[in-house]
């Protein structure tokens, strides 16, 4: 391995994020050169857009849900033997995770190698009205062409934001398009009502190709309906889970209520994709009222279903880690739903926890002490994730940088937000933490490995059994993994 070809690609790739800092800056319906500039580079690399169609993709949009169901996809289709790439965003520790090929991370070698020869393409074709493309932007050029080059069978492209101007929505004929829950979130970008957040997604529907989504509000549903009638895709509503046969007896590889319906869609995903590729068939079983079209329950012993469902890995979601006497609780919610779907689970773990120590102790119980860890960035109102929150002995709020130097060559580096400005933030939660629960004990560190030295001297001090639920943000969750898990990617292609 060389290393330092590594080390370079990944400070190359943090410096473009100053050209990715959209969000901060980017007022609603502004990025519509994206995809202008995506094929423009596409072309650099010797790539048109119908060569995209030789991926047979599953394009996925959403506000929750979307890693989750293109993992599960992911793991299915592996399970049928096909070769797959994936690609999702954020990563949670290295950025090699956003580049999957047959389930896991490419390699440092091969990341190297594909991304020096794709930067410096890019950059000897760049113009002034395309520069060179911003870090999520990159990748995802680099993601198409890692995948044709590897010659993947199927490709699982997870959308950014959005869907109508995400860069990944150059693919002109996919497979098959899902849409996953919906909610408010990047409401700066998509709109502040469900029916344009809903427009926005349904951008990714393509004309003949199926479109899937889980029920959705109806004015959620409304939209994506006007939007599938407009581009002549027909749309259908995926079951609940406890529709299927024998649905109750399949241990989800990814744990969490809220995985059952995102479990469903990505069955359904891999049916219309295997109909459509392995049989040519246009045709699914379905049921309709007025309103929807309904795709009917298939058996989950067929095309091996349950085996890619139950084997499914996806960290960050509803993950624990054991360390000495403190259990992690850890789940990337930053959405209201997912928050709450996210405390029920962790009361759910915590009350089996107790009842483990009641067993042990012969009914006498020590004290656990919960410890809640929270940052949330963005434009996001801490508030409502916060409101049902209260149940803890301690809360401690953090930004997410992993250590207090911010380093050009890390893979966890966000260098489009200062320190300062990060400082506000996790200050600004810490204030309304307070108003909001003033009885409760909250504490403030600079970073996440302060932050679990502050746990590990508060487990010292206590002497009993800690529980930590780590919660708000994708990247405060990866940085926590990081540091608890150093091993975390021990495999990669």
Known sequence: MNRSAYTLAIERLNRLQSNADYLKNAAFGKRSNSLERTNHFLRALGIEPEDLNRLKIIHVAGTKGKGSTCAFVESILRSNEYKTGFYSSPHLVVVRERIRINGKPISEDKFARYFHHVYNILEANKTDEFKMPGYFNFLTIMAFYVFLQENVDVAIMEVGIGGKLDCTNVVQKPIV????????????????????????KAGIFKQGVPALTVQQPEEAMSALKETAQQVNSPLYVVPPWSNYPDSSKIDLGIKGEAQKLNASLAVQLVNVWLSRIKFSNNQFIIHSNDEYDFLNTVALNQNHFATGLIKTVWHGR????????????????HTIDSMNNCLQWFNKQTDSFLSTFNNISNGTLPKIHRIFVFNCTGDRDPRPLLAKSSDFDLAIFTTNRVMNEKKIDSDQSNLTITENHENEIRSNNARIWHEMFPTVKNLQVECIGDCIEQIESYSESVRSPIVVLVSGSVHLVGGFIGLLHPDFVSSDC
């Open 177 to 200: 398009t899902g849409i996953t829950s919906l909610d408010f979130d990047h409401c700066r970008l998509l709109g502040n009502t469900l029916t344009q957040i809903a427009q926005n």
């Open 318 to 333: 509803c993950q624990i880690i054991r360390k000495d006497n403190v259990t992690y609780f850890l789940d990337a919610a």
